[in-house]
């Protein structure tokens, strides 16, 4: 189980791409070097932090990072402003108390094929779509609250998983197309086409 310590916790928000979404960023890692996306309340039973947060009736979506927490809130809440003090102060006294984070041992029960992490059963094409993604695209989704995960590639074509901000925001097929999809076509000439897959 990954907890955190009983340190003074500090907690500031940044704006996304997404309207629909809020990243709340710790001065402490909450989940190191991972990610672990929560698309609704029933997904989240790794997560005592997320389950925490799915009781607010304004949130649709969790999505954690080593050092941030990216929100989605329903469509019928008309403002975050409204919100921010209270989940900010949440996050900071259940950080502060070192509750559980995320539940490793839960996460071994949740099926995911989606994942950047290179295998040995991975091909040479797989290989380097999978270090792309990791080393340029991981990087910059990351600064909007959000992730890209590998999902599947067969016959020049790369499915992806989107997660966080990057789940739902207008701009994030212009990201796909025009950024993603470009530059794997150039940096790995057997990619013919990029798309986003639903969860």
Excluded: H
């Excluded at 102060?89 to 559980?100: A, H, I, P, R, Y």
């Amino acid at each position: 189980m990954i907890k955190t310590g009983s340190t003074i916790i500090s907690i500031y928000t940044e704006m996304t791409p997404n309207p629909e979404t809020m990243k709340f960023v710790a001065n402490k890692l909450l989940y190191p070097g991972k990610s672990i996306d929560f698309p609704d309340e029933a997904s989240a039973v790794a997560s005592p932090l997320a389950q925490e947060l799915f009781t607010f009736p304004f949130i649709k979506s969790v999505f954690i990072a080593s050092n941030f927490i990216t929100l989605t809130k329903t469509i019928e809440t008309d403002d975050w402003q409204d919100e921010i003090r209270t989940i900010k102060q949440f996050l900071k006294e259940d950080l502060e108390e070192g509750k559980v984070v995320v539940n490793e041992e839960a996460i071994v029960t949740l099926k995911s094929d989606s994942s950047n992490a290179i295998s040995e059963d991975d091909d040479d094409v797989v290989k380097r779509i999978k270090e792309l993604l990791e080393n340029y695209v991981k990087p910059a989704v990351e600064m909007d609250g959000g992730a890209i995960q590998f999902k599947s590639y067969e016959n020049g074509k790369v499915n992806l998983m989107l997660q966080g901000s990057c789940s739902g925001c207008p701009s994030s097929m212009i990201t796909l197309k025009s950024g993603i999809e470009g530059m794997m076509k150039r940096m790995i000439p057997e990619v013919k086409e990029v798309v986003a897959e639903a969860e």
